[in-house]
């Protein structure tokens, strides 16, 4: 029994161990899988905003990975689908940055059903140039209603629009009823 | 008329509507949960607001960072004053924003395009 409880604390010492090599190499500021509540946003984007404020990032960079990690928060908070029999909107969080750039990645699970208009938003979103992505979030602002979710169906074009990059994405299929989907924001320190 | 003195919080703004002192002010940050649950008694305050104006409303915005939820619900209080404009009264946007806030300038002016009321953009000292 002992032996075995040593052998348990090894391998996950061994596994804390990776990880944290792993996210150094990386240069990754920030990993989180859970339930994704208005709390948890606030946590983090809080602890962002702390940590990027002791570092010499310009405030406006500061400024877009706030604004993009609120946006991707609420979005996992306000649409995210479930494994089943799960209540709670969960999802993974990861904000990470390299010499050139900041990436906020989030994955979340989704029911096919909702993919191909979801494909449509974000291929509409990355076919635009700022101009033309102004000029539709002028557009849905005016025509869109609230959600009694409270979405108004702004944020993909909101978070191109401030990165001023094409927004990257990914569908997992995990069964004939749900997926998972992968989307990174990229942020570019000037 | 009551007046409307709402104090922020770290993801809520400070609201200030008080007509006798003509007083009228948005700052800080909204990025609520429920958006709507927020803004309505401020739609309610303005709707009757709207009913007997002063002649000329100067309202200020400060805002330092706000969601896109809020932004459908700002565009939405504006609109507001757009119909008392409308109704033959004066009002001023005061769209205040850090000078390296382009962001916040951009947001501004895309309000402004939307809705016909002059807006000022006011460049905020630290």
New interface residues.
């Given amino acids: 029994m002992g032996e075995m409880n040593e052998n348990k604390g090894h391998s996950f010492l061994d596994f804390a161990y990776q990880m944290y090599k792993s996210m150094k190499t990386n240069e990754i500021n920030l990993v989180y899988e859970g339930v994704v509540?208005?709390e948890i946003?606030?946590t983090f984007t809080?602890l962002t905003e702390k940590n990027l404020a002791k570092s010499e990032e310009?405030?406006?960079v500061q400024?877009?990975v706030?604004?993009v990690m609120?946006?991707c928060l609420?979005n996992i908070?306000k649409h995210a689908d479930s494994l089943e029999g799960e209540e709670e909107k969960r999802g993974i969080v990861m904000v990470s940055h390299g010499k050139d750039e900041y990436n906020i990645i989030t994955g979340n699970v989704i029911k096919n059903e909702k993919i191909p208009a979801l494909k449509e938003s974000l291929e509409t979103v990355n076919s635009l140039d700022k101009e033309d992505l102004?000029a539709l979030?002028?557009k849905q602002?005016?025509e869109?209603r609230?959600s009694d979710k409270?979405?108004?169906g702004?944020?993909l074009?909101?978070i191109a629009k401030?990165t001023g990059s094409k927004l990257s994405y990914q569908f997992k299929e995990l069964n004939d009823d749900i997926s998972f989907f992968i989307l990174t924001s990229t942020i570019k320190r000037k | 008329m009551e007046v409307i003195n709402i104090k922020g919080t770290e993801d809520t703004p400070n609201v200030i509507l008080d007509k006798e002192n003509g007083h009228f002010e948005i700052s800080g940050r909204s990025l609520p949960e429920d958006v709507n649950m927020f803004f309505e008694p401020i739609m309610d305050w303005i709707d009757e607001y709207a009913e007997d104006p002063l002649d000329k409303t100067v309202f200020d915005f400060k805002l330092e960072y706000f969601n896109t939820a809020s932004s459908k619900v700002i565009l939405d209080i504006l609109l507001k004053f757009e119909e008392i404009v409308e109704n033959g009264k004066e009002v001023t946007i005061k769209w205040h924003y850090h000078e390296d806030e382009e962001d916040m300038l951009e947001a501004g002016e895309e309000y402004a395009d939307i809705v016909e009321i002059p807006f000022e953009y006011i460049v905020l000292e630290d």
């Fill in positions: 509540t208005q946003t606030k809080s310009s405030n406006m400024r877009k706030f604004h609120v946006e609420q908070s102004s979030y002028k602002m005016r869109g609230l409270g979405g108004a702004l944020g074009i909101d401030k």
